[in-house]
């Protein structure tokens, strides 16, 4: 195997205090996946990523973005955290929160040139919300900001796009056209690592899944591991139970 070829997680162990949140978790996601993370609440799904991005600490274990550390992969890389995490009444238009988006190529201390502009502007075409350009973030409902999100995300023209949670809250006709977006990133080779929760969804979804419960349970081809089997193994409560005794 090429780790040119793969984002490579492994060993990785994310403990908070003494309550293990991962344990040893080992990934090969492939260029131009389209790949489902999915588990149990409280699973670590979210802490699975946030630990591949630094944004969390790490006990052991490393991530490589097809043979780079992330410091040398994070221009290339696009983050969207939950909706719920983010502070929605900054004052700030649609147009400004997409445009940062542009601020890793710029630098935040340059202004965006008019390229920029006219990129952010297309990317919030694609999403569906270029005419709220000039409204307020906050004014916004919960399935127009996330298509804002994912339209940042876009304007930073990453290789990688990491998500977390991006159909929470929205609407069908959002959830489609969210998954329009992912399939046209892939078919121009971007690789993309979404936490998604609907099971029902997977198959129609993605082309891989990693299925985690604090471990990895199975990853790879929806095909080939996407089983009733796995699927009832990784939504035991028992696997975190036992582990959490262990500590």
Known sequence: MDNKDYIIVEDLTISYDIKP???DVDLQIPKGALM????????GKSTLIKGMLGLVNVVTGYVTFFGKSYEDSKKQIAYVPQRGSVDWDFPTTVFDVVLMGRYGDVGWFKRPTKED?????????RVGMSKY??????????????RVFLARALAQKAD????DEPFQGVDVVTEE???NIFKLLKSEGKTLIIVHHDLKTVPKYFDHV???NLEVIAQGKIEDVFTEENINQTYQERSIKRKQENV
């Open 210 to 212: 990693a299925l985690i």
């Open 36 to 43: 489902a993370i999915v588990g149990p609440n409280g699973a």
């Open 117 to 125: 502009k006219e990129i952010a502007l297309n990317c919030l075409e």
């Open 21 to 23: 949140v991962l344990w």
């Open 160 to 163: 990688i796009y990491i998500m």
């Open 133 to 146: 350009k000039s409204r307020q973030i906050s004014e916004l409902s919960g399935g127009q900001q996330q």
């Open 177 to 179: 056209a969210i998954v």
